[in-house]
Protein backbone atom coordinates (compact mmCIF):
# COMPACT_ATOMS: atom_id res chain seq x y z
CA UNK A 1 0.00 0.00 0.00
CA UNK A 2 2.61 2.74 1.09
CA UNK A 3 4.46 1.48 -2.37
CA UNK A 4 1.38 2.24 -4.47
CA UNK A 5 1.14 5.72 -2.38
CA UNK A 6 4.71 6.58 -3.40
CA UNK A 7 4.43 5.62 -7.03
CA UNK A 8 1.16 7.87 -7.28
CA UNK A 9 2.79 10.99 -5.60
CA UNK A 10 5.58 10.80 -7.70
CA UNK A 11 3.33 10.41 -10.62
CA UNK A 12 1.73 13.21 -9.38
CA UNK A 13 4.50 15.78 -9.17
CA UNK A 14 5.78 14.71 -12.75
CA UNK A 15 2.45 15.60 -13.75
CA UNK A 16 2.33 19.10 -12.14
CA UNK A 17 6.36 19.37 -13.51
CA UNK A 18 4.84 18.71 -16.55
CA UNK A 19 1.92 20.73 -16.79
CA UNK A 20 4.19 23.98 -15.74
CA UNK A 21 6.32 23.43 -18.85
CA UNK A 22 3.61 23.40 -20.53
CA UNK A 23 2.05 26.60 -19.07
CA UNK A 24 5.73 28.03 -19.83
CA UNK A 25 5.56 27.49 -23.02
CA UNK A 26 2.44 29.44 -23.67
CA UNK A 27 3.70 32.01 -21.61
CA UNK A 28 6.46 32.36 -24.27
CA UNK A 29 4.05 31.66 -27.06
CA UNK A 30 1.90 34.93 -25.20
CA UNK A 31 5.00 37.02 -24.79
CA UNK A 32 7.04 36.42 -28.51
CA UNK A 33 5.64 34.02 -30.27
CA UNK A 34 8.23 34.50 -33.30
CA UNK A 35 10.86 34.20 -31.23
CA UNK A 36 9.41 31.40 -29.62
CA UNK A 37 8.98 29.47 -33.45
CA UNK A 38 12.73 30.55 -33.82
CA UNK A 39 14.48 28.81 -31.00
CA UNK A 40 12.18 25.54 -31.92
CA UNK A 41 13.69 25.35 -34.81
CA UNK A 42 17.19 26.75 -34.63
CA UNK A 43 18.77 23.82 -35.50
CA UNK A 44 17.79 24.46 -38.77
CA UNK A 45 17.56 28.07 -39.13
CA UNK A 46 21.28 29.58 -38.82
CA UNK A 47 19.27 33.07 -39.95
CA UNK A 48 17.13 33.60 -36.58
CA UNK A 49 20.57 32.65 -34.86
CA UNK A 50 22.09 35.29 -36.69
CA UNK A 51 19.62 38.23 -35.41
CA UNK A 52 19.82 36.98 -31.91
CA UNK A 53 23.63 37.77 -32.36
CA UNK A 54 23.10 40.77 -33.83
CA UNK A 55 20.13 41.94 -31.55
CA UNK A 56 21.34 43.20 -27.64
CA UNK A 57 20.22 40.42 -25.86
CA UNK A 58 19.05 41.02 -21.85
CA UNK A 59 19.67 37.53 -20.78
CA UNK A 60 17.22 38.78 -17.52
CA UNK A 61 14.20 39.72 -19.58
CA UNK A 62 11.20 37.66 -19.02
CA UNK A 63 11.43 35.74 -22.47
CA UNK A 64 14.87 34.15 -21.70
CA UNK A 65 14.30 33.45 -18.10
CA UNK A 66 11.35 31.46 -18.43
CA UNK A 67 12.78 29.24 -21.56
CA UNK A 68 15.74 29.28 -19.32
CA UNK A 69 13.93 27.62 -16.60
CA UNK A 70 12.13 25.34 -19.45
CA UNK A 71 15.46 24.00 -20.07
CA UNK A 72 16.37 23.04 -17.08
CA UNK A 73 13.58 22.02 -15.73
CA UNK A 74 13.54 19.57 -18.79
CA UNK A 75 17.54 18.24 -18.75
CA UNK A 76 16.67 18.03 -14.77
CA UNK A 77 13.52 15.20 -15.27
CA UNK A 78 15.53 13.40 -17.78
CA UNK A 79 18.69 13.44 -15.67
CA UNK A 80 15.85 11.82 -12.78
CA UNK A 81 14.73 9.53 -14.93
CA UNK A 82 18.07 8.31 -15.71
CA UNK A 83 18.94 7.95 -12.40
CA UNK A 84 15.91 6.52 -11.16
CA UNK A 85 16.32 3.52 -14.14
CA UNK A 86 19.89 3.29 -13.79
CA UNK A 87 20.91 3.54 -10.10
CA UNK A 88 20.58 1.73 -7.47
CA UNK A 89 19.35 2.29 -3.85
CA UNK A 90 18.30 5.99 -4.98
CA UNK A 91 15.66 8.19 -3.19
CA UNK A 92 13.11 8.93 -5.78
CA UNK A 93 10.50 11.51 -5.73
CA UNK A 94 10.26 15.42 -5.73
CA UNK A 95 12.99 15.99 -3.31
CA UNK A 96 15.34 14.00 -5.53
CA UNK A 97 14.23 15.89 -8.43
CA UNK A 98 14.75 18.89 -6.55
CA UNK A 99 18.22 18.38 -6.02
CA UNK A 100 18.88 17.22 -9.03
CA UNK A 101 17.05 20.80 -10.38
CA UNK A 102 19.23 22.93 -7.93
CA UNK A 103 22.69 21.76 -9.10
CA UNK A 104 21.68 21.64 -12.42
CA UNK A 105 20.62 25.11 -12.63
CA UNK A 106 23.72 26.43 -10.49
CA UNK A 107 25.81 24.81 -13.51
CA UNK A 108 24.22 26.40 -16.07
CA UNK A 109 23.51 29.72 -14.28
CA UNK A 110 27.48 30.03 -13.93
CA UNK A 111 28.62 29.18 -16.75
CA UNK A 112 26.12 31.11 -18.66
CA UNK A 113 26.39 34.12 -16.86
CA UNK A 114 30.56 33.70 -16.43
CA UNK A 115 30.12 33.80 -20.34
CA UNK A 116 28.23 36.82 -20.50
CA UNK A 117 30.05 38.64 -18.28
CA UNK A 118 33.16 37.13 -20.79
CA UNK A 119 31.26 38.75 -24.14
CA UNK A 120 29.80 41.83 -22.65
CA UNK A 121 33.47 42.99 -20.72
CA UNK A 122 35.69 42.08 -23.29
CA UNK A 123 33.41 42.93 -26.17
CA UNK A 124 34.67 39.64 -28.01
CA UNK A 125 34.39 39.73 -31.69
CA UNK A 126 30.77 39.11 -33.82
CA UNK A 127 31.93 35.36 -34.89
CA UNK A 128 32.48 34.74 -30.45
CA UNK A 129 29.40 35.93 -30.07
CA UNK A 130 27.80 34.05 -32.89
CA UNK A 131 29.68 31.05 -31.17
CA UNK A 132 28.25 31.43 -27.58
CA UNK A 133 24.69 32.20 -29.01
CA UNK A 134 24.45 29.32 -31.28
CA UNK A 135 25.46 26.85 -28.80
CA UNK A 136 22.61 28.24 -26.43
CA UNK A 137 20.19 28.52 -29.46
CA UNK A 138 20.62 24.90 -30.27
CA UNK A 139 20.56 23.50 -26.28
CA UNK A 140 16.60 25.32 -26.03
CA UNK A 141 15.89 23.98 -29.27
CA UNK A 142 16.41 19.88 -28.16
CA UNK A 143 15.10 20.74 -25.20
CA UNK A 144 11.94 21.39 -26.32
CA UNK A 145 11.90 18.17 -28.37
CA UNK A 146 12.97 16.04 -25.38
CA UNK A 147 9.96 17.69 -23.43
CA UNK A 148 7.77 15.62 -26.24
CA UNK A 149 9.90 13.18 -25.87
CA UNK A 150 9.65 13.12 -21.85
CA UNK A 151 5.91 13.51 -22.21
CA UNK A 152 5.55 10.42 -24.87
CA UNK A 153 7.84 8.37 -21.89
CA UNK A 154 5.53 9.25 -18.88
CA UNK A 155 2.09 8.51 -20.90
CA UNK A 156 3.09 5.62 -23.23
CA UNK A 157 4.27 2.45 -23.16
CA UNK A 158 7.66 3.55 -24.60
CA UNK A 159 10.38 2.73 -22.38
CA UNK A 160 12.64 5.36 -20.84
CA UNK A 161 15.72 4.06 -22.70
CA UNK A 162 13.63 5.81 -25.76
CA UNK A 163 14.56 9.14 -23.96
CA UNK A 164 17.96 8.28 -23.22
CA UNK A 165 18.61 7.48 -26.95
CA UNK A 166 16.67 10.52 -27.81
CA UNK A 167 18.76 12.74 -25.92
CA UNK A 168 21.96 11.54 -27.25
CA UNK A 169 20.97 11.93 -30.53
CA UNK A 170 19.62 15.40 -30.17
CA UNK A 171 23.13 16.36 -28.26
CA UNK A 172 25.34 14.79 -30.97
CA UNK A 173 23.57 16.84 -33.66
CA UNK A 174 23.64 19.55 -31.90
CA UNK A 175 26.96 19.22 -31.66
CA UNK A 176 27.59 18.50 -35.11
CA UNK A 177 25.20 21.68 -36.28
CA UNK A 178 27.49 24.00 -33.68
CA UNK A 179 30.33 22.75 -35.49
CA UNK A 180 29.44 23.23 -38.75
CA UNK A 181 28.13 26.45 -38.34
CA UNK A 182 31.14 27.49 -36.72
CA UNK A 183 33.88 25.80 -38.48
CA UNK A 184 35.43 28.68 -39.91
CA UNK A 185 36.16 30.36 -36.22
CA UNK A 186 36.90 27.17 -34.43
CA UNK A 187 39.27 25.53 -37.06
CA UNK A 188 41.55 28.87 -37.42
CA UNK A 189 41.04 29.35 -33.41
CA UNK A 190 41.27 25.36 -32.53
CA UNK A 191 43.85 25.68 -29.90
CA UNK A 192 41.60 28.19 -28.09
CA UNK A 193 38.27 26.04 -29.01
CA UNK A 194 39.57 23.33 -27.42
CA UNK A 195 40.99 25.35 -24.25
CA UNK A 196 36.91 26.44 -24.14
CA UNK A 197 36.00 22.97 -24.40
CA UNK A 198 37.51 21.88 -21.71
CA UNK A 199 37.68 25.12 -19.61
CA UNK A 200 33.51 25.83 -19.84
CA UNK A 201 32.18 22.35 -21.35
CA UNK A 202 33.99 19.10 -19.86
CA UNK A 203 35.30 20.24 -16.36
CA UNK A 204 31.74 21.68 -15.05
CA UNK A 205 29.62 19.04 -16.40
CA UNK A 206 32.30 16.61 -14.66
CA UNK A 207 31.77 18.08 -11.31
CA UNK A 208 28.31 17.88 -12.08
CA UNK A 209 27.95 14.84 -12.55
CA UNK A 210 29.79 13.88 -9.48
CA UNK A 211 27.70 16.08 -7.32
CA UNK A 212 24.87 14.23 -8.24
CA UNK A 213 25.95 10.44 -8.68
Known sequence: MQALEKIVIENNFITLLLV?????VFLLKGIDSIKL??????????GFVEI?????????????????????TVLSLILYFFIRE?????????????AIFSLVLIYFLV???????????FLINKGVHFFLVSKT????????????GVILVEYSQLNASFLFYLTAILFFIRFVAHVVNNKK???SELFYF????????????????????
Not at 52 to 72: A, Q
Not at 116 to 121: A, G, I, P, R, V
Open 52 to 72: ETDENRMIFKGFYILIFTFSV
Open 185 to 187: LIF
Open 137 to 148: SYLYAITFLLFG
Open 111 to 121: KWILEYLFSSL
Open 194 to 213: ILYLCAFEIAPLFILFKLIF
Open 86 to 98: NVNNREEGFYSFF
Open 37 to 46: KGYVSALFNK
Open 20 to 24: LLLAI
